[in-house]
């Protein structure tokens, strides 16, 4: 079992930036892909990015890329995620997850979820 909790969600101006932490506890945290994904109210849960068990490999959706950046720290095993350029459709939940395979976009392929944290952009 992998326990991950969010955290450094908030209320922001467009064109501000935030940076999610997703702190994992329980099996080993350096074996696992991560992503981040995001759920707009009546929408559906949506990839943003995700990044491989050692960090050397990266993949980003389309909408957040040049803007978000995601990044591991093992040793202190935590995955984040920097968001610049915020945008008001930006504005979701944001959930992390750990996939014990490869790095993937794909949510049913992920094992183990976070609760999230709220992320609100403004115009």
């Known amino acids: 079992q992998v326990q991950l909790v969010e955290s450094g969600g908030g209320l922001v101006q467009a064109g501000g930036s935030l940076r999610l932490s997703c702190a994992a506890s329980?099996?080993?945290?350096?074996?696992?892909?991560m992503g981040w994904f995001r759920q707009a109210p009546g929408k559906e849960r949506e990839f943003v990015a995700a990044?491989?068990?050692?960090?050397?490999?990266?993949y980003y959706a389309d909408s957040v890329k040049g803007r978000f950046t995601i990044s591991r720290d093992n040793a202190k095993n935590t995955v984040y995620l920097q968001m610049n350029s915020l945008k008001p459709e930006d504005t979701a939940v944001y959930c992390c997850?750990?996939?014990?395979?490869?790095?993937?976009?794909?949510?049913?392929?992920?094992?183990?979820w976070g609760q999230g944290t709220q992320v609100t952009v403004s115009s």
């Open positions: 997850a750990a996939n014990e395979g490869s790095i993937t976009a794909r949510v049913l392929a992920y094992d183990y």
């Open positions: 990044i491989s068990w050692s960090g050397g490999i990266t």
């Open positions: 329980g099996r080993t945290f350096s074996s696992y892909a």
